[in-house]
């Protein structure tokens, strides 16, 4: 029952930061799941079966707030639900052995993109209202799909900065669009696993904890990004990930290495990530700072 009650609020708490910065959910998850020695396809099947019904309502609470792109989502979102199909019958077929670390430095490189991304750059602004063409999106969609099926995340890390970095969609809308469209790659994943895997390793306990997490955090995101800066919420999520992950890399049979190794690579990891923090809330605050500057600055009088 505990460990049940503890996935729910990991699957709260993954669902109001994916809901708030289009990212995250699946990596943030699947990471818990492999730290409690789930399989690794298993442990993506458990966090793309939750999602199908938590996108279901972040699509529906974003598109209530006017935040979806209803042909980015159609242009992204089929072509990504054809790459997710392919990844998971791709990690399917992996060993244990062989799927375990792999699907680790997927997530630790996801993981030092998001919190790269979040640190130095925060949520990019650009030139808006350019279309985006079907192939840009494509090709995207089925990357995005192909690395969150296999890496049990990656959908909003691929997409939602790629989008930004376009400038031509406003970030909600870019957050809103992400999430909405995820829900197609969340149920052609979640065939894959089926088809290829059956029910095996699934414990739909567990499905059911995250899923009643997510469901609770879905219509509650929009608030919490008002209260948690999203450059300092993605600088954070990318320190837990990047971490967790170096622990799993290091206690597999790739290296298996010493305690002599591992301390001095966990206070550096640590000291990294705190400096990343550190550097995201003094950028916000001088973001900040400035545009209560430019909003208090006097305008010039012209004369009649």
Not at 119 to 124: A, E, S
Not at 136 to 162: E, R
Not at 232 to 237: E, K, P, Q, T, Y
Request: charged letters at 10%.
């Amino acid at each position: 029952m505990r460990t049940l009650v503890l996935l729910a609020l990991a699957g709260l708490g993954a669902q109001l930061v994916d809901g708030s910065l289009g990212m995250a959910y699946g990596v943030t998850s699947t990471t818990l799941l492999l730290a409690m020695g789930t399989n690794p396809a298993a442990a993506s099947a458990t966090v793309h079966l939750a999602e199908i019904g938590t996108t279901l309502m972040s699509g529906a609470a974003h598109w209530r707030f006017g935040n979806v792109d209803w042909k980015v989502v159609a242009k992204i979102g089929v072509p990504g639900a054809v790459g997710a199909f392919l990844g998971a019958t791709v990690l399917s077929q992996l060993s244990t052995a062989v799927a375990e670390p792999v699907m680790s430095l997927i997530l630790l490189g996801l993981g030092l993109y998001v919190m790269s991304r979040f640190t130095f750059r925060g949520m990019p602004k650009g030139n808006l209202g350019k279309p985006l063409r079907k192939r840009f999106l494509s090709p995207l969609g089925v990357v995005a799909g192909f690395l969150d099926a296999t890496g049990g995340g990656g959908w909003g890390p691929v997409g939602t900065p790629a989008l930004l970095a376009s400038g031509r969609m406003e970030p909600r809308k870019v957050i809103g669009s992400i999430d909405t469209s995820e829900f197609l790659v969340a149920i052609a994943a979640s065939l894959g696993f089926l088809f290829s895997l059956g029910s095996q390793g699934l414990n739909w306990a567990w499905v059911a904890a995250f899923l009643l997490g997510g469901l609770i955090a879905a219509p509650i995101a929009a608030w919490l990004v008002r209260l948690v800066p999203p450059r300092v919420l993605g600088s954070a999520v990318g320190g837990v990930i990047i971490v967790t992950n170096v622990r799993t890399l290091l206690k597999s049979d790739w290296v298996d290495a010493s305690s002599s190794l591992t301390t001095p690579v966990y206070v550096l990891l640590y000291a990294l990530w705190a400096a990343a923090l550190t550097y995201s809330i003094r950028a916000y605050r001088k973001e900040q700072a400035t545009e209560t500057e430019s909003v208090e600055e006097p305008q010039p009088v012209t004369a009649a």
